[in-house]
């Protein structure tokens, strides 16, 4: 039985309650929150931008801790849930691999590369596992066409175009998303998720091009892969109120164009050019976010699973990331 800890019990604190406790091998101990009100409210449902975090906590058949360092020291966890605001990353996930546990830190991994660089060598110093929240390297659309680009049976990717607009985070009682400080702005905290997957099915490009608003609430990308596909990226989180969390894609192979609208019924579509039906099956274990958790569980319990994301893999995408705003703020292409 992996006993786990979370330690932030915001919106995707309660995302990883849910997904862990759907999981028969695991069992969510500990908690850690700051935040007396958090705590307060943890019997009432939360906001987010996506569904699917637990509705109710019931905090008492957990062990609830205010500092890391006095969970950590009760020695009741094998390993971390961190779902703490991005400022808070690389240290307290370098505070649980010392301690000894394993550790699964929500996206991004941190605002810098030292600080990414810095949780890849506790890592490995610890000998424990590190996996960072790339939830779409899971989610079941995203899976399945990456299987359809790896596969090539529709021959070479041509182009593709990736969309995921929002409105701006309001759950968070104290705004910390909308201080670049402590989020990095909407490139390392929303864009990031396509920046990851562009990353993951078709490799580090050579440079980026960005273009962006003077506060980066919108960021539109061009990946370039000399003699490779033509790649693109848009998104925001200053949509209008009531407009409805969408991400999107488009990705043309040679010989098929594969559609997903995460708004769209049906959602996931492809269209081959000899008319041939395509296997449009799902890779199945519920959204993406269940599928992270379950893979880190399936790795600390010794499965010879595919990494699917390493921490480098994780430390590449900030680079990428940021690669991104410097060419948005400096209006010019950025080389990796
Ligand atoms: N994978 C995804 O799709 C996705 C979606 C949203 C957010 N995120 C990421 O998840 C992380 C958390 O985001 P969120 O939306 O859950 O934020 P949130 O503000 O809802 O939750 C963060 C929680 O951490 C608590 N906290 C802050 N400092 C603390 C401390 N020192 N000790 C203990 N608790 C502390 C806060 O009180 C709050 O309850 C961010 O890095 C964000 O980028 C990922």
New binding site residues.
């Given amino acids: 039985m992996i006993r786990v800890g979370i ?7 309660r995302m990883h309650y849910r997904c862990w406790s759907g999981l028969p091998g695991a069992k969510v101990t500990a908690v ?4 007396p009100k ?1 705590l307060a409210d943890a019997g009432k449902p ?1 906001k ?3 569904e699917g975090a637990a509705e109710h906590i019931d905090l008492d058949s957990l062990s609830v801790y ?3 360092g006095k969970l950590l020291a009760a020695g009741e966890v094998d390993a971390l849930s961190i ?4 400022f ?2 690389a240290d307290t996930t370098v505070q649980g691999l010392e301690a000894g546990v394993h550790v699964l830190c ?3 991994m941190a605002l810098t590369v030292a600080d990414c660089d810095r949780m890849v060598a506790a890592a490995a110093k610890a000998g424990k596992t590190l996996q960072i ?1 790339h ?1 779409i390297r899971f989610w079941p659309e995203y899976v399945a066409a990456r299987n359809l680009i790896k596969g090539g049976r529709y021959g070479k990717p041509i182009a593709a175009s990736f969309r995921r607009y929002s409105t701006m ?1 309001a ?3 104290d705004s ?1 998303f909308a201080d670049e400080q402590r ?1 990095g702005g909407q490139p390392l ?1 929303l864009h990031i ?1 396509d920046t990851d997957y562009v990353h993951y099915a078709f490799g580090m490009p050579a440079t980026v091009s960005s273009v962006a608003d003077p506060h980066q609430t919108y960021i539109s990308t061009q990946y370039h892969y000399p003699d490779g596909p033509a790649i693109v990226a848009e998104s925001t989180w200053r949509m209008a109120k009531g407009y409805a969390f969408e991400m999107s894609f488009v990705i043309v192979l040679e010989g098929a164009t594969i559609l997903y609208d995460c708004n769209a019924k049906p959602a996931f579509r492809v269209l081959t050019s000899d008319g041939s039906t395509p296997d449009l099956t799902l890779p199945t274990g519920g959204d993406g ?1 269940a599928r992270e958790v379950e893979h880190f569980a399936r790795v600390l319990a010794g499965e010879p699973v595919d990494p699917v994301i390493t921490p480098n893999d994780a430390r590449e995408t900030i680079r990428l990331v940021l690669a991104e705003k410097e060419s948005a703020r400096e209006g010019r292409a950025v080389g990796l």
Avoid at 83 to 86: A, N, R
């Fill in positions: 330690v932030g019990l915001g919106y995707m604190g850690c929150e700051a935040s958090v939360t987010g931008n996506v205010s500092d890391l779902t703490l605001p991005t808070l990353h929500e996206k991004p929240g939830c985070p759950w968070s009682p910390w989020s905290d998720h976010y």
